[in-house]
């Protein structure tokens, strides 16, 4: 049984739903019970047996009124066209805690890359996490399949299976001879990368900003097509906005967040200097409508707070206060600090921590009303 429980399972929140996910190294079936429904990992009404992570998709409510799941495995011995030959059902129950609706805990953690145990310190050093938000270049890059575990293992050491995370891409995910299946790996929407989600009182979009330089780069060797897929995410914001009832002037909603790897509201330099017309509208779509309290985001490495009124960095337009959050050193001694959160009503604690289980800084943030 070991074998296939090695990990606990992640439990990612996108759209309505928790997608439970698991790293599964020999061929079986998965499926979970919640109650008395079993969710299975099926493609159009087969079981998946071949594929190196399993899914399964369980409404949001649902979980969080019953707070506990049983994660079903059978393995395969031998998977034929008659008669497949399966052993016995391995099952294993995991308490489930839902976000509280007050003094919410959560913890970032961004460009690690490959790096598990350093990050993990980082969070521990914060204290008690009730979701965990990976925001992007959690791996190296998309070209060795067998590294997207350590986004599991991270999941597993910290969360146990039994609170949920916010899953967001980064760029150096998009390279590799496994990037375009890296949708298959992690957590995804419909098979986008791209999403909102809600937890407790908190909502909250994924905006994926895709590759960091311009298309033609000769880095990608023509191997990215983001400008279109960012073009799609606008069509997106504008679809959230339509339906904003159901979004994020939903009944309940206190913190309204948005998550990016990439700070789009700031312009890097050359050759970094990409898509100013798109991200701006980003900007004055979020501004004007959503009106976030805090956007979190990674990408530059560095640990540090962006207010609204600093314009000088905000180039592409000002949403909220932007928390860049997460930074590491490799080498002999491999280093990683994040960034945590404590959402209470109409205020944000920030509070940066490190794998050397030191507090960097404080800061507060006061939500307008």
């Given at each position: 049984?070991n074998?296939?429980f090695?990990?606990a399972p992640?439990?990612f929140?996108?759209?309505?739903?928790?997608?439970i996910?698991?790293?599964?190294e020999k061929?079986?079936?998965?499926?979970?019970?919640?109650?008395?429904?079993c969710?299975?990992?099926?493609?159009?009404?087969?079981?998946r047996?071949?594929?190196?992570?399993h899914?399964?998709?369980?409404?949001i409510?649902?979980?969080d009124?019953?707070k506990?799941?049983?994660v079903c495995?059978r393995p395969i011995?031998?998977?034929k066209?008659y008669?497949?030959e399966?052993e016995?059902?391995?099952?294993?129950?995991?308490?489930?805690?839902?976000v509280?609706?007050?003094?919410?805990?959560a913890y970032?953690?961004?460009?690690?890359?490959n790096?598990v145990?350093?990050?993990?310190?980082?969070?521990e050093?914060?204290?008690?996490i009730?979701?965990?938000?990976?925001?992007?270049?959690i791996?190296?890059h998309?070209?060795?399949?067998s590294k997207f575990?350590?986004i599991?293992e991270?999941?597993s050491l910290?969360?146990?299976?039994?609170?949920p995370?916010?899953?967001s891409r980064?760029?150096?995910d998009?390279?590799?001879?496994?990037?375009?299946?890296?949708?298959?790996?992690?957590?995804?929407?419909?098979?986008?990368?791209?999403?909102s989600?809600r937890?407790g009182n908190?909502?909250g979009?994924?905006?994926?900003?895709?590759e960091d330089?311009?298309?033609?780069?000769a880095?990608y060797?023509f191997?990215?097509?983001?400008?279109v897929?960012?073009?799609?995410?606008t069509?997106?914001?504008n679809?959230?906005?339509?339906n904003?009832?159901?979004?994020?002037?939903?009944d309940?909603?206190i913190?309204?967040?948005?998550?990016?790897?990439?700070?789009?509201?700031?312009?890097?330099?050359?050759?970094?200097?990409i898509?100013?017309?798109i991200f701006?509208?980003?900007?004055?779509?979020l501004k004007?409508?959503?009106?976030?309290?805090v956007?979190?985001?990674?990408?530059?490495h560095?640990?540090?707070?962006y207010?609204?009124?600093n314009?000088?960095?905000?180039t592409?337009?000002?949403?909220?206060?932007v928390?860049v959050g997460?930074?590491?050193?490799r080498?002999d001694?491999?280093?990683?600090a994040?960034?945590?959160?404590i959402?209470?009503?109409?205020?944000?604690?920030?509070?940066?921590?490190?794998s050397n289980?030191v507090?960097?800084?404080?800061?507060?943030?006061q939500i307008a009303?």
């Amino acid at each position: 049984m070991n074998e296939y429980f090695n990990l606990a399972p992640a439990v990612f929140a996108v759209d309505k739903y928790y997608q439970i996910m698991m790293p599964c190294e020999k061929p079986c079936l998965f499926f979970v019970k919640v109650g008395d429904k079993c969710y299975y990992d099926e493609s159009n009404g087969i079981m998946r047996s071949i594929n190196e992570i399993h899914r399964v998709q369980v409404p949001i409510k649902e979980l969080d009124e019953l707070k506990e799941y049983t994660v079903c495995i059978r393995p395969i011995i031998e998977r034929k066209p008659y008669f497949t030959e399966t052993e016995k059902v391995l099952e294993k129950t995991y308490k489930f805690y839902p976000v509280p609706e007050k003094n919410v805990r959560a913890y970032h953690i961004s460009d690690s890359h490959n790096l598990v145990v350093e990050p993990v310190k980082a969070a521990e050093a914060f204290g008690d996490i009730d979701f965990l938000i990976l925001n992007g270049d959690i791996i190296e890059h998309s070209g060795d399949p067998s590294k997207f575990i350590n986004i599991y293992e991270i999941c597993s050491l910290l969360m146990k299976g039994e609170k949920p995370t916010v899953f967001s891409r980064g760029n150096h995910d998009l390279r590799g001879n496994f990037a375009e299946k890296f949708a298959d790996y992690t957590p995804s929407y419909l098979g986008n990368t791209y999403y909102s989600f809600r937890l407790g009182n908190i909502w909250g979009i994924l905006i994926d900003c895709g590759e960091d330089k311009a298309d033609e780069n000769a880095e990608y060797g023509f191997t990215v097509a983001c400008h279109v897929f960012r073009e799609r995410q606008t069509e997106f914001l504008n679809k959230i906005i339509e339906n904003k009832e159901n979004e994020y002037a939903a009944d309940g909603v206190i913190n309204k967040l948005v998550i990016s790897h990439n700070p789009f509201t700031h312009v890097l330099v050359h050759p970094f200097d990409i898509e100013k017309d798109i991200f701006s509208e980003w900007t004055r779509l979020l501004k004007e409508n959503v009106k976030p309290d805090v956007m979190i985001c990674g990408h530059l490495h560095e640990i540090n707070v962006y207010y609204p009124e600093n314009t000088e960095w905000n180039t592409n337009g000002s949403i909220c206060p932007v928390v860049v959050g997460g930074t590491i050193k490799r080498g002999d001694v491999p280093y990683f600090a994040g960034c945590g959160y404590i959402f209470n009503d109409k205020k944000i604690e920030i509070v940066f921590t490190d794998s050397n289980g030191v507090t960097l800084r404080k800061e507060q943030l006061q939500i307008a009303e």
